[in-house]
């Protein structure tokens, strides 16, 4: 494995140097080689250079996963440039704000994006070119011109958060953040040049980049790439004929397998050796019932985009994981659970948790405020609601500003969730707080019941009385086909306040 902390583009570069012949990337039934991801790497690289770039610009990538995503990325990198990933799923408005807010000048797209790119063009934001084209035209790398010199500590990637709770802002992450976060992550995991991923999760998000790309790049291992999770049976047929070993996904997808009806004989054909679930809760019923089903280990783990993004994850070594928590940190990260006034709280006690350690992010773009409220003496303030066991597993209570306050005492929704998700009618769930009477607080609770399930909101109500305090359980339960998720599975609960508000206070 490359261990030294050497910029992004030059870990392909040696990567290629080391096992030129060896397959990196299978997609749509095409086999790219490593040293074919790099020569197309030295392309966009030579493009760009071409156009005048220099050190520092930033360049965002509007795109579907494909190859060319992945050599744009490290080709941008090795010009001198900083990647700025747009999530596909966002609106032109919102794209255009993010372009105009990091002053992006050239951005590469490609496929189904050329109807959002077309809106984009009007705004006049940006300089547009198409992935594919710039690849096809037949360019040769020019050897005359002199790529960038990158160091670890430089900015390689501005990532942009959700934006959930207002403005999206920018995370500036460094090549250091990264590739310690993979190499962390790799010795947790243990992956070797043996493994295969497949990526079905999308390439603009830190958790699919960091886990599935820069992971298997370090470790010499392979990638089935597809564009999505849909259909969903090809992602089945990726596992079985490309032999995958490690399955990452997030808890929506190990949902579906859990419950899928799928015949004994292709469980067999499964080479699965471990699997992993983040970038939101997982249920420890999910664990249960894919663990009982496909006889193969569901480790939980957790992270943030400021933390590039793995904090922690549960260990791969048998008994010592623990469903129901994101287990422990990963080798150099540090954290804690701290109180209103940054004090250290004892085990098992509600805080904040906070996190320190070579993946933190350097800070917000043009938000000094901002950075100075979440990075504070090294220390990353998650606005996560956690408690450390005695053994230091994390647990996760809930997003910070998830908290709901009813007559004074905390109540967090994650909690309450975890145990509705026990009721066999439940297929999905999520609480948010609404105010009432603009004083007081009431726990909605928005429900998702499984195909031919049902259940009243009494029942719910009493299921829940067994297990939680009467202040916790939900004043109202209100049925829904579907809960807004974004593209990593997370569940939009701003969006669940905007349907309250929209269609329930009128009412």
């Not at 790439?225 to 490309?242: H, N, T, Y």
Request: proline share 6%.
């Amino acid at each position: 494995m490359i261990q030294d902390l050497i910029p992004l583009d030059q870990i392909l570069k040696r990567r290629a140097a080391l096992t030129p012949r060896k397959t990196f990337i299978k997609f749509n039934g095409k086999k790219f080689r490593f040293r074919d991801i790099d020569h197309l790497a030295d392309v966009y690289a030579s493009f760009l250079l071409g156009r005048g770039m220099q050190k520092g610009d930033r360049v965002a990538i509007l795109c579907h996963n494909c190859p060319h995503y992945i050599a744009a990325y490290f080709g941008i990198i090795r010009a001198g440039g900083i990647v700025l990933p747009l999530n596909t799923l966002l609106t032109h408005e919102e794209i255009n704000f993010i372009l105009v807010d990091a002053g992006v000048a050239t951005c590469f797209y490609d496929g189904d994006c050329s109807g959002t790119v077309a809106k984009l063009r009007e705004a006049g934001s940006c300089s547009f070119f198409s992935l594919s084209e710039t690849a096809a035209a037949g360019l040769v790398p020019d050897c005359s011109v002199t790529f960038s010199r990158n160091s670890a500590d430089d900015v390689s990637t501005i990532l942009y958060t959700s934006g959930t709770t207002g403005r999206p802002k920018g995370a500036l992450l460094t090549h250091r953040n990264f590739i310690s976060n993979a190499l962390a992550a790799t010795a947790v995991i243990r992956v070797t040049n043996k493994d295969r991923f497949v990526v079905f999760l999308p390439l603009f998000h830190s958790f699919t980049y960091t886990v599935c790309v820069i992971l298997p790049l370090l470790s010499g291992a392979a990638i089935s790439l597809l564009p999505s999770v849909r259909p969903f049976s090809r992602v089945v047929k990726s596992l079985i004929v490309d032999r995958i070993t490690l399955f990452v996904a997030i808890p929506t997808v190990y949902k579906i397998l859990a419950e899928k009806d799928m015949p004994f004989f292709i469980k067999l054909l499964l080479n699965l050796r471990l699997c992993i679930s983040g970038a939101a809760p997982l249920p420890v019923r999910v664990i249960r019932e894919f663990e009982g089903a496909f006889k193969v280990p569901l480790l939980e783990g957790y992270g943030l985009t400021e933390a590039s993004p793995v904090v922690s994850i549960n260990p791969f070594e048998k008994g010592k994981n623990k469903p129901g928590t994101v287990g422990l940190p990963l080798p150099g990260v540090e954290v804690n659970v701290v109180d209103d006034n940054g004090l250290p709280l004892p085990p098992e006690t509600p805080g904040e948790l906070i996190v320190k350690g070579p993946s933190v992010m350097r800070g917000y773009l043009n938000r000094p405020e901002d950075t100075a409220k979440t990075i504070k003496d090294g220390w990353l303030y998650t606005g996560d609601i956690a408690a450390l066991d005695a053994d230091g597993y994390i647990r996760i209570i809930d997003r910070k500003k998830d908290m709901i306050i009813v007559d004074g005492l905390n109540v967090y929704p994650y909690e309450v969730e975890e145990v509705l998700y026990r009721h066999p009618s439940v297929k999905d769930c999520a609480m948010i707080g609404v105010l009432h009477d603009e004083e007081k607080e009431l726990p909605i609770m928005y429900v998702v019941l499984n195909d031919g399930k049902q259940a009243t909101p009494k029942a719910l109500r009493e299921f829940l009385s067994e297990h939680v305090a009467h202040y916790k359980i939900p004043r109202r339960f209100l049925f829904t086909d579907e809960l807004p998720r974004n593209a990593t599975g997370k569940i939009l609960k701003k969006e669940l306040r905007n349907w309250y508000a929209e269609k329930e206070m009128k009412h």
